[in-house]
Each structure stands twice: as C-alpha cells, then as structure tokens.
C-alpha cells in the first residue's frame, strides 16, 4: 500500500553559481524544470498526500534562488491548489546565501518560505565555498546575511553548516559567526563522502565540546541557541521518545529530479541520477508498488540494528540515528549497509549530548527547553497531555543523571 506523503523535494533548476570542492550534485547540464512538468509535480504531490492536510513542499537545486521568477510561479500555483482541497502548504529552499537581493527576500517573506543557509561561516572556512570562476564567496555572503536581518527575514533562517576535515578546527568560530549574524538554528554536518583521519575526528568531538559550553551558558542566560542533531539527540536520551519513522526517505517523504523522475529522497536525485537504481516512478505513471518501494516501508530501527553482528553488541544501538539509506548507497552501493568508520561520528556525538545532559542535570531550564522542542517538532506528533506526562518523565530523568552524578563524585573522593 502506498502511503500518504507528507514532504516533497522538487528539484527546479541543476544550475548552480558556485563550485564547491566537496558538493556531491554533479555538473550537469545546468536544465531547469519546464513548467508543465514542475506544475504536473505540484498535482501529483498533493494527489498522493491523500488525507494528509499540513504538507511541505521544498525547491531544490542547483542554486534555486536562480529559478526565481519560476519558484514564484509554482507557488502561486501551489497555494491556489492546495487551498481547493483543503490542505495547508509549507514551503522552503535550501541557498547557498550568494543570490538573494531585496526582490527575492520580499518574496520569501510575503509567501513564509523557510531557508536553509547553505553556509560555512568565517572567511577561512566560506572562503573554500567558491564562485563557478574561482573567486571566494565570503563578502558575497557576509553582505547578504546583513540584508536578511535588515529585511526582518532572519525568523524564517536556519543555518545548515557542511564540516571537513580542512574546517573542523574552525567549527566552533563558525557557530559564533553564525550567533553574531542573529542565525540561532543551526545544522552542522560532516562530508560524508570521504573518510576521516581519526586526528580530525579527534578535533571534531573536542570542538563540539566547546560548542556545547557555549550552549549551556546560552541557555542559563535564557538565551538559547539550537543545534538541531542535539535537540533530536537529547529528546530521545531525555524523555524516551523517538520519532514515529526512523528514517521517513520512500515513505511519507519524496523527491522529483527536473526530468519528473521519482526518487526516495532528495540525495538520491543527486547520486542516482544516471543510474536510476533506486528511482520509485515518476509523476506520470506514479510510484511503482515493487519490492524496493516495500523495502522503504519496512525500515524501522530494529531491522536496522540487526543488520550486522557489530550492530547487535553496540552499546550505542538504543539510541543510533546512524541510518542515511543515500549515504550508504553512495558509498557501499547498498542502500541498508552503512561503512564502519561512520559510526565515529555516531559515538562522537553521543558523548557531547551525554556531556550536556550530565551538565544539565541540575538546570531546570533544561527540560523546558526540550519539552517546547518536543512540541514544536511535527515529527513527534503528540499531545499536549502526552507531553506534559513525558515532560514529568524527563524530570526524574533528569533527576536519576543527577544523582548517579553525586555517587560518582563520592566515590572519587573516597578513592
């Protein structure tokens, strides 16, 4: 059975203006999406959302920001469309932060398109991010993260930082950037697609560290600062909660290439786009019900975590997230087995959450803080009386970290 989608990546244009070294969309032909087939896109999306009525639709590229007057278009459309069947559309793009001018941000503010800065942060690190004739696009960027806040479009920003091995040692200078500029939802994420010296994984885990002091100190001064994998991290470590689908990629969430192809989700597009492996249909002819599309449907964490004798003895096997059916497929060519030096990242970051939450323990701001994210997070759909009971949950939690705390402390001290 085919379920309901809920997010849809609709790839507009392949053209982008810069040349990043580390950019996983390969250079093509630099094709924008017609108008028939992005609105024929728009149709089947809200067909196949069936009784869903909050949807979200993202534009892709590429830079999508250089499909602007198209993107506009789409949603004038979109919104009439959705308003006829009654349902609701949120709409946002990623940027690489290099096109907006003040026709574009008054656009995304009349329509509340959300943004996801592609941005690295510091002139060392952005300065890597170059422009498709090898100039660096910091001032580019700099100049236009003024005229977001100048504009009033800051609320609709979120930052989506990419990490290297050449700029893990800024990382924490990055997010301070990022705070001066007024961006407080941050996403960092290492390159996925080239192995990591263990020193630079070293450096990883120490700057995160540093990131996670500031954090605290932010939050005991009410204010906060969020780091969206933490949040996520930090909810399913506190209150015992994870979200209903451990990855939702093929199931409620879909993306089309500029050709009108189907694919799980939107990397897929970018690394299965010659060979069509795990492409699911097209807008067409629809999804096609076969064994790889009931693949995705029967993903759930403990498949997952059954899938090798490593995984099964893992004390991280509770909590791991370390599943991105993309990723694994650009670098195994199995979209269900995932490389083994990759679960560094997994281990590295839960021991900066757990570093928080023992932090923590005693802030009773702290799981406040987490139950408004719990809230505030579609993925979770609960209840405000679900919530209230986790809520209590998680003090006593909070309460069971504090007190192995003090028995850890006398114990030295007796030593």
Request: aromatic share 10%; charged share 30%; glycine share 4%.
């Amino acid at each position: 059975m085919i379920r309901p989608l809920k997010t849809f990546s609709l790839f507009v244009t392949e053209n982008c203006n810069l040349d990043c070294d580390y950019c996983f969309f390969d250079k093509r032909d630099k094709k924008e999406i017609s108008v028939d087939t992005a609105q024929r896109a728009v149709d089947f999306f809200l067909e196949q959302s069936k009784n869903e009525n909050n949807l979200h639709l993202s534009f892709w590229g590429g830079e999508p920001l250089l499909s602007l007057r198209l993107i506009k278009r789409l949603v004038d459309y979109t919104t009439r469309k959705a308003q006829m069947a009654g349902k609701t559309i949120h709409y946002s793009m990623p940027t690489n932060c290099t096109a907006f001018n003040e026709d574009a941000l008054d656009f995304i503010k009349s329509r509340n398109i959300s943004l996801s800065l592609s941005i690295d942060g510091t002139r060392t690190s952005q300065s890597l991010r170059r422009t498709v004739k090898g100039h660096s696009s910091y001032h580019t960027v700099k100049e236009n993260l003024k005229l977001i806040e100048m504009m009033g479009v800051s609320h609709l920003a979120s930052v989506r930082k990419t990490v290297t091995p050449d700029t893990v040692v800024n990382l924490h200078k990055d997010i301070l950037f990022f705070l001066d500029h007024g961006l407080r939802r941050i996403t960092f994420s290492p390159v996925m697609e080239t192995e990591w010296p263990e020193k630079k994984l070293e450096i990883f885990e120490e700057q995160q560290l540093k990131i996670a002091d500031h954090w605290i100190r932010s939050l005991s001064v009410d204010e906060p600062f969020s780091i969206k994998l933490w949040d996520e991290m930090l909810i399913e470590r506190i209150f015992s909660k994870r979200p209903e689908l451990f990855c939702e990629a093929g199931v409620s969430v879909l993306a089309a290439d500029v050709n009108g192809h189907l694919f799980p989700c939107h990397r897929f597009v970018y690394y299965d786009h010659l060979n069509h492996i795990h492409c699911l249909g097209d807008i067409h002819t629809g999804i096609k019900e076969d064994s790889l599309y009931m693949m995705y449907n029967a993903i759930t964490h403990e498949t997952l975590m059954a899938r090798t004798e490593d995984c099964t003895t893992c004390p991280h096997t509770d909590r791991c997230r370390l599943f991105c059916p993309a990723i694994n497929y650009k670098l195994t060519g199995d979209a269900l087995k995932n490389k083994p030096w990759l679960c560094r990242f997994e281990m590295i970051c839960e021991s900066v959450v757990e570093y928080i939450a023992e932090k923590m323990s005693v802030e009773k701001k702290f799981a406040a803080y987490l139950a408004k994210k719990l809230k505030d997070g579609p993925r979770y759909r609960l209840s405000e009386k679900q919530i209230d009971k986790i809520t209590g949950n998680a003090h006593r939690t909070l309460a069971v970290i504090r007190r192995e705390k003090q028995v850890e402390e006398k114990s030295r001290e007796t030593n």
